[in-house]
């Protein structure tokens, strides 16, 4: 029978796993929205969250489960920003917090600029 350590360090790899689905659906996820309206705003919404949640001084739910989870199996819970402790180190070495925050929102901007074409083009579509 799994001991509760064991079980908070397996839910700490699944909030893990749902932290980067969030966000690779946020980098990401208007490639899937084409044609679901619903789907975009859902998106959209979200790639504001995650810039919100990035670039203001409150810690993101996620992270604070993840490290709850982590103390509970009884290990050191990381310090900072999830993008930070994880993606800092792996993807991004030597890269200062403001720039992953720009890059955030650079990825948001991209986003607009995609809806905003699909809906100048559906927009015209109508139109003819």
């Known amino acids: 029978m799994l001991s509760w350590p064991q079980i908070a360090l397996a839910l700490a790899v699944v909030v893990l ?4 689905a969030f966000i690779l659906w946020v980098m990401v996820g208007a490639v899937f929205t084409r044609k679901r309206p619903w789907l975009a705003w ?3 919404l979200c790639a504001a ?3 919100v949640i990035e670039t203001g001084p409150w810690p993101c739910p996620l992270t604070l489960a993840e490290n709850w989870f982590e103390v509970q199996a009884g290990r050191l819970p990381y310090h900072g920003p999830f993008l930070l402790h994880y993606l800092d180190a792996l993807v991004y070495p030597n890269v200062p917090p403001a720039l992953l925050t720009w890059l955030a929102v650079m990825v948001l901007a991209i986003d607009v600029v995609v809806y905003w074409r699909r809906w100048r083009r559906s927009r015209a579509a109508r139109r003819e």
């Open 17 to 20: 796993a749902l932290h980067l």
């Open 49 to 51: 969250y995650g810039v």
């Open 42 to 44: 859902t998106h959209l």
